[in-house]
């Protein structure tokens, strides 16, 4: 049967098809629970701080495993990982819909993650080996749109499905997508002939996974046990002591975990910083947004989840269309705008005040939409184009490693402002009623917003400073 597949003209777009399936699965799943986290805390009985590791223990097990994963399949088969991947995914899904504990539940979000980082990190490689030459950028481009899709489209579903049914349905949904994905992919992804060889980089991956977890939970955590605390500090010095000693030793092995003369070369490292930055920017919004449509305009789950609806929807034009234009034009030119329209649309996002109705909120997110697909597509394909095709399943495995730590972090940072500025506002509030806690709640809003505004901002400027040398390679 594969065989009689392969001679289709449209094989390709079955291959595609398949592998951004895993690529949104896996991606949605890091969003779709956001919000569904106060049902979650209320069936199991549980405080916010306690849940939030449902989210955060999917984020900080993907972004601990994405190189390790994209090398492996470099080494051993992109097909066997990425299939492989779908099925635990799968596994972890159905545990986690029948967990009958908070901590069983997070259980299953781990393994869950374990699977969605072997989806993630070998999706990419396998497009851009089966999509070579010019057509490439278009296609890695529409897979970077599926990734930012998924990740800004899982509050939306999530809101509809917890409205509707249960938050078990978050969950029960991959399912029937697992295993239907798990069989095409048997029949349709090709087996390849040969793998690169090579060692297991084992040391630097147990470095890599230890320090990056540390950080990531002092990002995640900091804000809650004090940035200056003792454990704060322990896990922070411990974590950059192990990511350096991991860049020690990558340094001298022949066939470390991560090449890291990858970053020497520009077009790579700006397009993973401004990546990472874009992600830091939407996430500043992601986390909070439910948090002020539930709590400041009294929206229901299913309601919440319509307002955020307009950027994936605008995301899922534009981003076809940039894809499309890079082909044509430098994609420097397309990233820039993207980002710049990404900051306008969270710097109208910060007028949002207790008197705003869901169409303004609406307008707010369509912005942001519209620039982040804009920026997604041609930049993905800058960053995959820059490197060898044998060294595509790591550089993809980088890439989203970037956009999980933005993820982790922009959440992290918006928390974090969030609660210092609604602290400094209420501090000195004799009396406390239900108005002052609305508008330190829209102060405390207003300045993580500005702050995600910033980091889209900074992202421009290192967006436009590879300008010379993408043009180069469209020109070449």
């Known amino acids: 049967m594969h065989e009689q597949l392969k001679k289709l003209p449209y094989y390709r777009w079955l291959i595609f098809s398949v592998t951004v399936m895993g690529t949104f699965m896996a991606v949605l799943d890091s969003s779709i629970v956001n919000v569904a986290l106060p049902l979650i805390a209320g069936s199991f009985g549980v405080e916010l701080t306690v ?11 993907i972004s601990s495993l ?3 994963f994209g090398k492996i399949g470099d080494m051993y088969g992109r097909r066997k990982i990425y299939l492989s991947g779908f099925a635990i995914f799968t596994v972890g899904s159905l545990l986690c819909s029948v967990s009958s504990s908070i901590w069983f539940l997070v259980v299953s979000r781990v393994l869950q ?3 969605a980082s072997m989806l993630m990190s070998n999706s990419p490689a396998i497009i851009s080996i089966t999509f070579p030459g010019k057509e490439r ?20 579903l999530g809101g509809i499905l917890v409205g509707v049914f249960n938050w078990q349905w978050i969950f029960y949904i991959n399912l029937p997508i697992g295993v239907i994905a798990c069989l095409l992919g048997y029949y349709i992804l090709p087996v390849e002939k040969k793998c690169a060889s090579g060692t297991f980089d084992f040391k630097g991956a147990v470095l890599f996974a230890l320090g990056m977890t540390g950080l990531l939970v002092v990002l995640s955590e900091g804000h809650e046990w004090g940035w200056g605390s003792f454990i704060t500090s322990i896990i922070a010095i411990s974590s950059i002591g192990l990511l350096s000693v991991f860049v020690w030793h990558e340094g001298r092995v022949k066939q470390p975990m991560i090449d890291l003369s990858l970053f020497r070369r520009w077009p790579f490292l700006a397009g993973n910083v401004s990546g990472l930055l874009s992600f830091m920017a939407m996430f500043s919004n992601n986390m909070l947004m439910p948090f002020y449509l539930h709590s400041v305009l009294l929206l229901t789950p299913t309601e919440i989840g319509l307002a955020i609806t307009p950027f994936p929807l605008l995301m899922a034009v534009a981003a076809p269309l940039s894809g499309y234009l890079s082909e044509r034009i430098s994609p420097v030119i397309l990233t820039t705008s993207g980002l710049g329209i990404l900051m306008l649309g969270l710097l109208y996002l910060s007028t949002l005040d207790a008197q705003s109705i869901i169409w303004q909120v609406a307008i707010g997110q ?10 997604q597509s ?7 184009s820059a490197v060898p095709a044998s060294k595509v399943g790591l550089a993809s495995g980088i890439s989203a490693l970037m956009r999980n730590v933005g993820m982790v972090s922009g959440t992290a940072v918006a928390v974090s402002v969030f609660e210092s500025r609604r602290q400094q506002e209420l501090a000195n509030i004799a009396v406390l009623n239900h108005d002052v806690y609305i508008s330190a709640f ?16 900074i992202g421009l400027l290192i967006s436009l400073s590879r300008k ?3 043009y180069l390679k469209v020109v070449k």
């Open 51 to 61: 849940v939030q590791w449902v989210v955060t223990a999917y984020l900080l097990t």
């Open 66 to 68: 994405l190189p390790l």
């Open 113 to 115: 993650a374990i699977g």
């Open 137 to 156: 950028g278009r296609v890695l481009g529409m897979n970077g749109t599926v990734v930012a899709l998924a990740a800004m489209a899982g509050p939306s």
């Open 366 to 375: 369509g912005i942001m939409g519209i620039g982040n697909g804009m920026f």
């Open 378 to 384: 041609p930049n993905n394909n800058s960053v995959l």
């Open 442 to 457: 829209l102060s405390a809003y207003h300045v993580a917003l500005l702050i995600g505004a910033c980091f889209a901002g």
């Open 468 to 470: 010379g040398h993408v």
